[in-house]
């Protein structure tokens, strides 16, 4: 079965800093990659989804992420981060071609963004 | 406007008694699934389904049930609930039967004691 491990579980940035999170997975065949944004008390968020095609993926709200298919990586970046980014972030995957529905999910990383 | 809807919100319940988890969407997508998460887990899918009367297993499905009547409707049962089910749960839906988790579910907050 696939896993997906987010190494950093909570990242202290001061605003203006540039952000990047990992994400790595494990699953040898092609897969869709994922990540997600879940604010305080709110509900999940798609950021920005990657099925193929150029390796870095642009998403909302100025996030962008680049899969290294050599590392099984898919980390999450953002050049100048601001106070309301504070919130918690997944990185998912789903294997393709496997007939197999689920997203595994990271553990979350909560960034903490200060003023 | 586009949402997912559950209810309730929160819930405090007692081991072995009985509780329906509704969530309901108004998008008319094909696809449905339960999370829940845990500190720590990240989400974990419980069920899923891909369209009418068709839904699976995901990856934590021991103790739960689901159904898929009407497009619009996946309900969440929990026929005996047990302590190690306290948790929060989240419904989701995707247009399409292949695409993300597009739209969450403000999430249930229950506790079984």
């Known amino acids: 079965a696939q896993s997906v491990s987010q190494h950093n579980h909570h990242v202290i940035l001061s605003e203006a800093a540039s952000l990047e999170l990992g994400c790595n997975y494990s699953y040898g065949g092609t897969v869709n990659l994922f990540w997600y944004v879940q604010y305080p008390g709110q509900h999940l968020q798609l950021l920005l989804k990657y099925f193929s095609g150029d390796p870095l993926v642009k998403g909302i709200k100025g996030f962008e992420a680049e899969f290294i298919k050599s590392k099984f990586s898919f980390n999450l970046r953002k050049p100048s981060v601001q106070w309301s980014d504070t919130a918690e972030y997944f990185c998912?995957?789903?294997?393709?071609?496997?007939?197999?529905?689920?997203?595994?999910f990271g553990s979350g990383t909560r960034l903490q963004v200060q003023p | 406007e586009a949402q997912v809807t559950q209810n309730p919100r929160y819930l405090i319940t007692v081991t072995g008694k009985k509780l329906t988890v509704t969530c309901s969407q108004n998008m008319n997508h094909e696809y449905m699934s339960w999370y829940r998460q845990d500190p720590g887990l990240g989400l974990r899918q419980i069920y899923y389904?891909?369209?009418?009367?068709?839904?699976d297993k995901g990856d934590v499905p021991e103790g739960y049930k689901v159904s898929r009547k009407e497009k619009r409707n996946f309900p969440l049962i929990l026929e005996s609930p047990s302590p190690n089910q306290t948790s929060l749960y989240f419904c989701?839906?995707?247009?399409?039967?292949?695409?993300?988790?597009?739209?969450f579910g403000q999430g249930t907050r229950l506790t079984v004691v």
């Open positions: 998912a995957v789903n294997p393709q071609g496997t007939g197999r529905r689920a997203l595994t």
């Open positions: 989701a839906s995707s247009p399409g039967q292949w695409d993300p988790e597009a739209f």
């Open positions: 389904s891909m369209n009418v009367e068709v839904t």
